[in-house]
């Protein structure tokens, strides 16, 4: 079975710094590159940061030298610290393997006030 359990998120002032954790069933974590993704209200999910059974991290522009995600194999987490937030990171944030899978938690919303 499935799981993907998202938390940390919260609102904080621009400028701000939140920490997100995702719990994730092993039979999936094991094998995949695991990554964090938002969806804004009215836009489309988008990936913003990956983490592969390798170790190698990516970044889309938008979100690069703020957030940095890591990943934790013997506890199954992933996490993404996320800095010099902005108001346009306002989204919930879902933990996925990369490609993501058909399911989704429930997410954790993050909201950036100016």
């Known amino acids: 079975q499935v799981q993907l359990v998202e938390s940390g998120g919260g609102l904080v002032q621009a400028g701000g710094s939140l920490r997100l954790s995702c719990a994730a069933s092993g039979s999936i974590f094991r094998i995949n590159a695991m990554g964090w993704y938002r969806q804004a209200p009215g836009k489309t999910r988008e990936l913003v940061a990956t983490f592969t059974t390798t170790g190698a991290t990516g970044y889309v522009d938008s979100v690069k030298g703020r957030f940095t995600i890591s990943r934790d194999n013997a506890k199954n987490t992933v996490s993404l610290q996320m800095n010099s937030l902005k108001p346009e990171d306002t989204a919930v944030y879902y933990c996925?393997?990369?490609?993501?899978?058909?399911?989704w938690g429930r997410g954790t919303q993050v909201t950036v006030s100016s």
């Open positions: 996925n393997t990369v490609p993501n899978s058909t399911y």
